[in-house]
C-alpha cells in the first residue's frame, strides 16, 4: 500500500495519515517461529465504530444476562430462562446469535454443574438448590456481536468446594484479562490462566477457548486458556475478543454429547466453571465491552 493510497481500514484517511505508523510498528517486530509468533490480520483490527456497534450491543447482552441471572432458582427450568432471553434481545432490536447457529436449537447457553459448555435449554431440565450453573449469551445488534457468559449459584448456597470452582474460575478470566497488553503476546493470557487454576488444584480446558468476535460470532484469533509467555499472536489496539477459561475441578478432558452433538461435559464427572468476556485492546490496556 502506498502512502497515498486510502487506509485499508475504511476511514476515508490517507494511509500515511491513519495506519502507516501502527503497520510500521507491527513490521518492526522479529517475530519468534519457535514461539508460535505472528502479527494480526488487518482484517480483525477493528475501526472505531465497529467498536462502537459492539460496544451498543454489549449493553442489551448485559441486561440480557441480568434478566437471565435473576430468573436462576430453584425449580425453574431453563427452557424459561431461554424463552425470555429470547424475547428481551429481540424487543430490545437484537438477535440472539447462538439460535440455529449451526443447527444449535435455543437462543442461549446454559450449563450445569459438569457440563462445561453449550448446555441445551429444556422445560424438562430444572434447576435445583446447589446447582452451579453458567449462562452464556451473545447477542446481534446492527450486525456487531457481543458475548458473555457468567456463573451462577441455584439458592446462593452450594457446598465449599462447588463455591471454590466458582471463585477461582472468575479469578482466572480476571487474571486472564489483566495479563492483555497492548503490544503483549497472547500467549501471556494463557500462561496467567494456568497457573492460577494450577496453583488452587484445577485444570484447564485445551479443546475449546476464546475467540475473536465482533463482525462475526468466531473469527480470529483463538484465545488459549493454557499457554507459555511470549508466544502466540502479537496484541495491538482494535483486537476484540473473549477471555473464557473454562476450569474443571477434576481432569482437563471433555467429552461431547453423541445425541444432541453439542452438550460438552468433563470426561471424568467433576464440576466445571466458566466466565466470559468481551474485550477490547486499547492504546493503554483493556476495555471490557460485555460482561
Known amino acids: 500500500m502506498n502512502r497515498n493510497d486510502l487506509c485499508w481500514c475504511g476511514s476515508g484517511l490517507k494511509y500515511k495519515k491513519c495506519h502507516l505508523d501502527f503497520d510500521e510498528r507491527i513490521e518492526s517486530y522479529r517475530y519468534d517461529v519457535f514461539k508460535s509468533q505472528c502479527k494480526p490480520p488487518h482484517d480483525i483490527i477493528l475501526t472505531p465504530g465497529d467498536i462502537e456497534g459492539i460496544r451498543k450491543s454489549g449493553v442489551i447482552n448485559d441486561a440480557a444476562l441480568d434478566l437471565a441471572g435473576s430468573m436462576v432458582e430453584p425449580g425453574q427450568n431453563t427452557g424459561a430462562i431461554d424463552e425470555a432471553v429470547r424475547e428481551f434481545i429481540e424487543k430490545n432490536g437484537g438477535i440472539p446469535a447462538c439460535l440455529n447457529y449451526e443447527g444449535f436449537p435455543k437462543s442461549i447457553c446454559i450449563s450445569i454443574n459438569e457440563v462445561v459448555c453449550h448446555g441445551i435449554p429444556s422445560k424438562k431440565t430444572i434447576l435445583k438448590e446447589g446447582d452451579i450453573v453458567n449462562i452464556d449469551i ?24 462447588a463455591e471454590k470452582l466458582v471463585r477461582v474460575a472468575k479469578e482466572c478470566m480476571e487474571l486472564g484479562i489483566e495479563a492483555v497488553k ?40 483463538f484465545v488459549p486458556h493454557v499457554g507459555q509467555p511470549g508466544t502466540g499472536m502479537l496484541l495491538v489496539p482494535g483486537m476484540v475478543f473473549t477471555v473464557e477459561p473454562m476450569i474443571n475441578a477434576g481432569r482437563y478432558k471433555v467429552t461431547v454429547d453423541k445425541k444432541d452433538g453439542w452438550t460438552v461435559r468433563t470426561k471424568d464427572g467433576s464440576l466445571s466453571a466458566q466466565w466470559e468476556k468481551t474485550i477490547l485492546v486499547t492504546e493503554t490496556g483493556t476495555e471490557v465491552l460485555s460482561s
Open 182 to 221: 497492548p503490544w503483549g503476546w497472547l500467549g501471556d493470557v494463557g500462561a496467567a490462566v494456568n497457573a492460577h487454576a494450577k496453583a488452587n488444584g484445577y485444570s484447564v480446558v485445551t479443546e475449546l477457548g476464546g475467540h475473536g468476535v465482533g463482525k462475526d460470532f468466531h473469527v480470529e484469533p
Open 138 to 161: 451473545t447477542t446481534i445488534l446492527d450486525g456487531y456481536y457481543a458475548d458473555a457468559s457468567r456463573m451462577f449459584i441455584v439458592g446462593g448456597h452450594t457446598t465449599p468446594e
